[in-house]
């Protein structure tokens, strides 16, 4: 889930089904909801998102096309070269890599040059050995192995708009369904019933279930995640559910939007 629910709590005082009142400002309906702090930030991400897919994609594609001509121009121009390997670093990462230094000499002229390589390529490059490598001849100092030469590549200018709109979207939808739900949604006592640690993408955290009754008395079940160490089981929470669809439901307070004051 992109934004966690945030249950805020009393450290000292867990809230039991004894001393359990459903916040005031919760008892009226509909309420009108304006956007947190929290809200105003992811809502401003939205924006920069959106202004991102609309104008990045093709700055990026005009990048992509300048660099591709350019190093179709460089390759058809370059002259190839051997060059001495005075340097064969690791590059740690998820994408280990190599970086290459090397030296080669253009009318009794020495000049040096790096080239970052994949690994399966370049693990044998030991210095002193030897590497071939393409140069200018109008300017030898600039030199480079043949097909590594850098550039923006052209998928990106599909993918970034893609993915800063589908970002946009994420962020409204999430912003949306919270409104909603929060503006019409009726209060109940929700029960925690089971609590899980998680370890995901770098990410631990709890994931948090409890139980609850709807006005009719029907049972119902709902889960959070929380990068805090929650109430234990037993404990209760404030929830708000959607009384068409009482499976949409969610902790008390949310982390996007809050009820106005009056």
Same mark, same amino acid.
């Given at each position: 889930? #992109?934004?966690?629910?945030?249950?805020?709590?009393?450290?000292?005082?867990?809230?039991?089904?004894?001393?359990?009142?459903?916040?005031?400002?919760? #008892?009226? &309906?509909?309420?009108?909801?304006?956007?947190? $702090?929290?809200?105003? &930030?992811?809502?401003?991400? !939205?924006?920069?998102?959106?202004?991102?897919?609309?104008?990045?994609? $093709? #700055?990026?594609?005009? !990048? &992509?096309?300048?660099?591709?001509?350019?190093?179709?121009?460089?390759?058809?121009?370059?002259?190839?070269?051997?060059?001495?390997?005075?340097?064969?670093?690791?590059?740690?990462?998820?994408? /280990?890599?190599?970086?290459?230094?090397?030296? =080669?000499?253009?009318?009794?002229?020495?000049?040096?040059?790096? &080239?970052?390589?994949?690994?399966?390529?370049?693990?044998?490059?030991?210095?002193?050995?030897?590497?071939?490598?393409? =140069? #200018?001849?109008?300017?030898?100092?600039? @030199?480079?192995?043949?097909?590594?030469?850098?550039?923006?590549?052209?998928?990106?200018?599909?993918?970034?708009?893609?993915?800063?709109?589908?970002?946009?979207?994420?962020?409204?939808?999430?912003?949306?369904?919270?409104?909603?739900?929060?503006?019409?949604?009726?209060? !109940?006592?929700?029960?925690?019933?089971?609590?899980?640690?998680?370890?995901?993408?770098?990410?631990?955290?709890?994931?948090?279930?409890?139980?609850?009754?709807?006005?009719?008395?029907? $049972?119902? /079940?709902?889960?959070?995640? @929380?990068?805090?160490?929650?109430?234990?089981?037993?404990?209760?929470?404030?929830?708000?559910?959607?009384?068409?669809?009482?499976?949409?439901?969610?902790? =008390? $307070?949310?982390?996007?939007?809050?009820?106005?004051?009056?």
């Amino acid at each position: 889930m #992109l934004f966690r629910h945030k249950v805020f709590r009393n450290e000292n005082v867990p809230p039991s089904a004894g001393n359990w009142q459903a916040p005031p400002e919760l #008892l009226r &309906a509909p309420r009108e909801v304006c956007l947190s $702090p929290w809200g105003k &930030a992811a809502a401003a991400a !939205a924006v920069i998102l959106a202004l991102g897919a609309i104008v990045g994609g $093709p #700055l990026l594609y005009v !990048a &992509a096309t300048r660099d591709q001509a350019r190093n179709r121009k460089y390759e058809q121009e370059g002259i190839g070269t051997q060059a001495r390997v005075t340097r064969n670093t690791l590059r740690s990462g998820k994408n /280990a890599r190599r970086v290459i230094d090397y030296a =080669y000499a253009v009318d009794g002229r020495e000049f040096t040059g790096q &080239a970052s390589l994949p690994q399966r390529q370049a693990r044998n490059l030991t210095p002193g050995s030897t590497l071939a490598v393409l =140069y #200018l001849g109008n300017q030898p100092q600039m @030199s480079w192995v043949s097909g590594n030469l850098s550039g923006v590549p052209i998928w990106t200018a599909a993918l970034f708009p893609g993915m800063a709109a589908i970002g946009c979207f994420v962020i409204g939808f999430s912003i949306s369904r919270q409104r909603r739900l929060l503006s019409i949604g009726r209060v !109940a006592q929700a029960t925690i019933t089971h609590i899980r640690r998680i370890y995901a993408h770098n990410h631990r955290g709890y994931r948090v279930s409890y139980e609850f009754k709807t006005l009719s008395g029907a $049972p119902r /079940a709902g889960k959070y995640e @929380s990068p805090r160490q929650p109430y234990p089981v037993g404990s209760v929470l404030t929830v708000v559910y959607d009384a068409d669809e009482p499976k949409r439901s969610a902790p =008390y $307070p949310f982390s996007l939007v809050r009820v106005s004051p009056r």
